[in-house]
């Protein structure tokens, strides 16, 4: 297994492995890796979607979205992610995360890891960035560090809810009435379980206030600690090469994608998440 950083910010990239038959002392020590650099690709895999079922398994129990619209049919645990229609229809999401977040964050119990596998790369566009949410708290200063200490983030999914997000034409209020869990709750500095790094937890996708705090104080407050996470150095981004499977810890960072794909060039992507704990 070689192992080589991808960025000063985060992320390695691992080579010499075939993710699909990795033994287990391969994979404890892929799982280690990941950990340490939040942001994990291996180039020059192959995964069916069930085998990226199976491989994504080892990490923990798996998930599917909150919303079955972009399932895969005969394997629901996969979500699309695409610009393809067919038939008139998107054959996935295409636009999946257009703000910086953490996956499922608006779920009690948020998911863990998410991976994906490409399958179709266009020449141009389509990348996604990552920032590393150790080192924003780690760099916040110590009056902020106190400051935030002890306080739990609201978090939500709908759109119509937050007062930073634009709603999409292509989904209505109802769809995120349909879908929407209650708010969430998680503490804004929250520790990882397998290495007891402390984290910023919240997006400006999601996190929509502060529990028992007012919104004069706490709005302000979410703007001060986004514009601090809204930092090109804490900052990996991925140009996406066909083959590429892309795993991240959604609790040491937020990510985003950056679209700007072209037609007719299609983007195509299997996606599969892992369940976490309650955040502490
Ligand atoms: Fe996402």
């Known amino acids: 297994m070689n192992v080589q950083p991808l960025s000063t ?35 020059d895999q192959s995964l069916t979607p069930r085998q990226q079922v199976e491989f994504s398994r080892r990490f923990g129990e798996l998930e599917t979205h909150i919303s079955p619209v972009y399932q895969m049919k005969d394997v629901p645990e996969v ?20 703000d910086w977040h953490s996956d499922q ?14 399958v179709r790369v266009p020449e141009e566009g389509g ?23 002890g ?3 609201v978090h939500n999914f ?15 209020k109802d769809y995120y009435e349909k879908y929407s869990p209650p708010d969430a709750f998680h503490p804004l500095v929250r520790t990882h379980p ?35 996470i ?14 590429d499977l892309v795993m991240w810890d959604n609790r040491t960072s937020n990510h985003i994608a950056l679209g700007g794909v072209k037609e007719p060039e299609i983007r195509r992507i299997h996606r599969t998440t892992v369940a976490g704990e309650i955040p502490f």
């Open 105 to 118: 964050s608006y779920t009690d119990r948020p998911c863990a890891y998410t991976i994906l596998q490409s």
């Open 158 to 172: 709908s759109r119509h809810k937050n007062p930073r997000m634009v709603p999409l034409a292509r989904l209505s």
């Open 230 to 243: 809204d930092n090109v150095e804490l900052v990996y981004r991925h140009q996406w090469r066909a083959g």
């Open 151 to 153: 306080l739990v983030g």
């Open 9 to 43: 910010a985060m992320g390695v990239e691992v080579s010499g492995i075939d993710a699909n038959s990795l033994d287990e002392a391969g994979f404890n020590r892929l799982r280690d890796v990941f950990h340490d650099n939040i942001v994990c690709v291996i180039r």
């Open 79 to 98: 979500m699309i992610l695409s610009n393809e229609v067919v038939d008139g229809k998107l054959v996935g999401n295409p636009d999946a995360g257009s």
């Open 194 to 228: 397998f290495t007891g790094r402390k984290a910023l937890y919240l997006s400006p996708r999601s996190t929509i206030g502060i529990k028992d705090m007012d919104d004069a104080i706490a709005q302000p407050l979410l703007d001060r600690l986004f514009a601090h």
């Open 127 to 149: 990348q996604t960035a990552w920032t590393n949410m150790v080192t924003a708290y780690e760099t916040l200063d110590a009056e902020t560090k106190q400051q935030i200490s």
